[in-house]
């Protein structure tokens, strides 16, 4: 059934949130990040600001800014940029492919998807607990996990 | 350990590697994958030189020349390229983000690293999907095609592949 619109414009080619909803979220890397959860829409300017990620059971959601959106298809929406948050999780190795541990948390530079530095807990057991803190300037690639430029003992 | 020399212009010994503490080391591609572990080092009877190595890994062992090594060292060997064989199994997704399906055979052009074009599965479709197609490997494939007709690829597959 066709509606009647006062839009004073054709919205025929528009989005609606019904075509968001539920899609997959694809990053720069290919990686599926979750599915479109809400869609966020500023009160005062009523502009799209971007959308929530839920990613799966018992995951933290995520909040992506419209900039970050390159393309909403069909299927999916992809984003242009990797998601700074999915290097939680990561092994870290250093320069000549020693262990240096698992990302435990990501800070990034005012809410953008700049890595200012990674929280790194030690991969020994005995050391569990024990944490340190490795710089962006540090890091070589992001891809399947996280290569470092420099040494295991260059870091302390 | 204190060593009597024997040489004559070859590197001093402590800017060598024990191979035989290489063993059951870690191999790593590029981008940080965890390959395998080292289960072999094979060198050159002519000239003695290193060739390569064969890794044990999750798609069996793999015998990868040193041309592929960016690093070695004590801990591990890092290499200087994603192994394509490590795509299999991944998931493949058009442009417009729909799932195809996942990575079932990977083929190179020849020994090489090199992808020449994927069997890609699903539950009930089968895809032969050339590497000129793909637009991105990554954590997923990305084709740049849509990929909808079964029946080209019915014809493909009996013609290219008969065995998948």
Known sequence: ???????????????????????????????????????????????????????????????????????????????????????????????????????????????MNKIVSLMVRKNSLLFSGKQMIIPSRYIRTIGENVMLSVKKEDLR | ???????????????????????????????????????????????????????????????????????ISDHSVILNTELSLLVKGRKVLTIDGKTLGSVKKVNRKGTTNEIESLFVGSFWKKYLIPVSVVKQIASSVLIKAKYNDAKEYLWKRSKQDPNV
Do not use: C, W
């Not at chain 1, 890397?29 to 839920?54: A, H, Y």
């Not at chain 1, 990797?82 to 250093?94: I, L, Q, T």
């Not at chain 2, 790593?28 to 572990?37: E, F, H, N, R």
């Open chain 1, 1 to 111: 059934m066709t509606q009647k619109s006062i839009s004073g414009r054709d919205l025929s080619k528009t989005l609606t949130s019904e075509d968001l909803l539920g899609k997959d979220v694809i990053d720069f890397n290919s990686t599926v990040i979750g599915v479109v959860e809400k869609v966020l829409i500023d009160p005062k300017t009523l502009d799209f600001v971007g959308i929530s990620i839920d990613k799966g059971f018992l995951k933290k959601g995520i909040t992506i800014g419209r900039n970050y959106i390159e393309e909403i298809k069909e299927h999916a929406v992809f984003l242009k940029i990797r998601v700074s948050y999915e290097v939680k999780g990561k092994f870290v190795f250093d320069s000549e492919g020693k262990m240096v541990g698992r990302v435990s948390s990501v800070d990034l530079y005012e809410n």
């Open chain 2, 1 to 71: 350990m204190e060593y009597e020399n024997v040489t004559r212009k070859e590197a001093e010994i402590e800017k060598t590697i024990n191979i035989k503490r290489l063993i059951g080391k870690r191999v790593l591609s590029d981008g940080g994958a965890i390959v395998g572990s080292i289960s072999e080092i094979r060198l050159n009877p002519n000239g003695f030189d290193l060739e390569g190595i064969v890794v044990s890994s999750a798609v069996g062992a793999v015998y990868v020349g040193k041309s592929y090594f960016s690093t």
